[in-house]
Nanobody, 121 residues
Framework: VQLVESGGGLVQPGGSLRLSCTAS????????LGWFRQAPGKEREFAAA????????YSTDSVKGRFTISRDNAKNTVYLQVNSLKPEDTAKYYC???????????????WGQGTQVTVSS
């Protein structure tokens, strides 16, 4: 199983990015998907998650209204649209796949290597 994130980069405050995560080696539609992030010196934290066919999704309070998670099962890809970025959003962003939908690290079985998002002027 492999999860590969892309789309990170350096962006100014208020800017946007679209993060992608493409999976291989698993039956994609059987897995819930999550995005987590880890800032320097901090623990990894939950950002957003989406159910198997996209019928349910939720995000942590600090990103609500700014981050949107979606998935395309035909492309084995999950996305995280991140808007109105703030310096405190600077982190490495990871996608994860698990058999149950949740916000804990332990809910997910497979993890990508991460993509860096840096918000700075």
């Amino acid at each position: 199983v492999q999860l590969v994130e892309s789309g990170g980069g350096l962006v100014q405050p208020g800017g946007s990015l679209r993060l992608s995560c493409t999976a291989s080696g698993l039956t994609f539609s059987r897995y819930a998907l999550g995005w987590f992030r880890q800032a320097p010196g901090k623990e990894r934290e939950f950002a957003a998650a989406i159910s198997w066919f996209g019928g349910s999704s939720y995000s942590t309070d600090s990103v609500k209204g700014r981050f949107t998670i979606s998935r395309d099962n035909a492309k084995n890809t999950v996305y995280l649209q991140v808007n109105s970025l703030k310096p405190e959003d600077t982190a490495k962003y990871y996608c994860a796949a698990g058999l149950r939908l949740g916000r804990r690290d332990s809910d997910y079985d497979y993890w990508g290597q991460g993509t860096q998002v840096t918000v700075s002027s």
